[in-house]
């Protein structure tokens, strides 16, 4: 990994960081930082995995069994060629994550040290739009890098970097000159942290756009076990923001506005996008934005039509423009659908067509209300699920998502003028490099939920409900057929931690106790 130390000293400088310490200062931007704290004490580390999954539970929806890989280690579905990287642990490359602001007349330059997280974000955008936030929200304003004496900006841009690692800006700045400049004449958080487990689009992006903890707003898991219907469910089921329970940002300057200002989401699956728009119209008194979700199987954007709002133009554009012109391969790779589309770095591009077309149409910045625009740049993400974030793939895309912003980003200043915009660059989560690399390997949850079956139910395999997103580290068990074998939730927990490439395992009644705590 760029700009880190060996994995094998991962567990100790993770420690460390999650320490959250007190104290941190504004220093000129170029001047080193001071080292972190060390934490070599494992037990130490295991509390604070167990308060990071506690930050993140809620009663239905967490699962019953949450779990830590050893650092390295990675977890898999068998036989999905696109997903050989997974991310969700509490280690380094998963909870590093950028964040950033951007605004000439607006945003103090510098680089920060006092800690930060995603939920920071949200009441630091309601300051600058001057809006009350809610109790819910826990984050608190970066007013450190807040001008006094602000202009009002017209347009307010929070771009969530999907899976960007912190070495994402280790990058030459003749590869990334949009994001480069960004940092270099903006507000750089250097000691910003994924506080939570499993560290996660849909838990990132609902923490960015609400400002509240995971067991606050609702938003744990990218995938659920609905216990009466007896199958999986993912944090938005039909499509709907009824699983978010608290409000975002988007829904407060939507109510505040009446409805006035020009707010748009965009995105890819429901679970980034969703958060990011808001309850929309499905909210008491609320207003629908605009809300582009891309969906593979179409190849184009779609919305749901009773809490939000697809101008035509953007629903009738389709995506297989993209690979028609250029003979269907990105770099090596063949592109031919949605779902290889989101895998190449031509997707950011169909994405920035689509949001410069609705920043033009939609009369953005034109006037005094400031307007929102809250949008998911997935293709990071996927290309490092598929070939690492040291992949040339990945290199590729970067390259083409800084291009996309810098499309994006002279739009906005068109439009709303110089000095007048502000940018938030944040991300949701990071990603681990190649396993073998360090000595560590690709373990399957098949192979583990056999092995807990093998050893608690061996007779008919049904204690263990539903284990099918590896990212989540948590398992959903048959609790009332577990304690009909004999057998606890630490019988599983004690048994999964003793596996040698898992750090630790907690149990759903010692991760709520945590949380009441």
């Known amino acids: 990994m760029v700009a880190h130390p060996p994995l094998l000293s991962c567990a100790v400088r993770v420690g460390a960081a999650l320490a959250v310490l007190a104290g941190g200062a504004c220093r000129p931007a170029g001047e080193p930082a001071e080292p972190a704290p060390v934490v070599d004490d494992r037990r130490q580390l295991e509390e604070r995995f167990l308060e990071m999954f506690a ?83 826990s984050g608190r304003v970066l007013s450190e890098a807040l001008r006094e004496d602000a202009e009002p900006p017209r347009a307010i841009l929070v771009a969530v970097l999907d899976g960007a690692r912190l070495d994402l800006f280790d990058r030459p700045a003749s590869e990334l000159p949009t994001l480069s400049r960004l940092k270099s004449e903006g507000a750089w958080f250097a000691q910003t942290m994924v506080d939570y487990l499993p560290s996660l689009t849909s838990v990132g992006h609902a923490s960015i756009a609400t400002g509240a903890e995971p067991r606050v707003h609702g938003v744990v898991a990218n995938t659920m076990f609905d216990h009466i219907a007896g199958r999986p469910s993912g944090p938005f089921p039909g499509v709907s923001p009824a699983s978010l329970s608290a409000l975002t940002i988007a829904d407060l300057w939507g109510l505040q506005t ?46 749901n039509e009773d809490c939000y709002r697809l101008p035509p133009y953007v629903a009738d554009d389709r995506a297989g423009r993209m690979w028609q012109r250029s003979g269907g391969r990105w770099l090596d790779h063949e592109v031919s659908d949605g779902r290889t589309l989101l895998r190449s770095g031509w997707f950011t591009e169909f994405q920035a067509d689509a949001l410069v077309s609705m920043i033009e149409r939609e009369a953005v910045g034109r006037d005094d209300i400031v307007d929102l625009i809250l949008v998911n740049f997935k293709s990071l993400d996927y290309v490092a699920h598929r070939w690492g974030p040291d992949s040339d793939e990945l290199a590729a895309a970067a390259t083409d998502l800084d291009r996309a912003l810098g499309r994006i980003l002279a739009a906005l200043t068109s439009a709303a003028g110089a000095g007048r915009v502000v940018v938030v660059v944040v991300s949701d989560h990071g990603m681990p490099g190649e396993p073998t690399a360090s000595g560590a390997e690709r373990h399957y949850i098949t192979d583990l939920v056999d092995d807990l079956h093998a050893r608690f139910d061996p007779d008919e395999a049904r204690i263990v409900q539903y284990y099918g997103d590896p990212a989540d580290y948590q398992i959903f068990i048959d609790r009332e057929r577990l304690e009909g074998l004999g057998f606890t939730l630490a019988d599983i927990a004690d048994h999964i931690a003793a596996l040698p490439f898992i750090f630790s395992a907690y149990t759903e009644d010692e991760v709520a106790a945590a949380s009441r705590r």
Request: aromatic share 8%; proline share 12%; charged share 15%.
């Open 258 to 303: 009446h409805g006035r200002a020009v707010i748009i989401a965009q995105g890819t699956t429901p679970r980034a996008t969703i958060p990011l728009g808001g309850h929309g119209r499905c909210l008491v008194n609320g207003h629908a934005p605009i809300l582009a979700m891309f969906d593979a199987a179409s190849a184009r954007w779609l919305t």
């Open 55 to 137: 930050r993140a539970y809620y009663p239905g929806r967490s699962g019953q069994i949450m779990l830590v890989p050893e650092p390295g280690e990675v977890m898999l579905e068998p036989d999905d060629p696109f997903y050989r990287f997974m991310h969700g642990s509490p280690w380094e490359y998963d909870v590093e994550i950028p964040l950033l602001m951007f605004g000439p007349g607006a945003i103090r330059p510098g680089i920060y040290d006092a800690p930060a997280t995603q939920r920071d974000v949200a009441p630091t955008v309601a300051a600058l739009l001057g809006v009350p936030t809610p109790v819910t929200m």
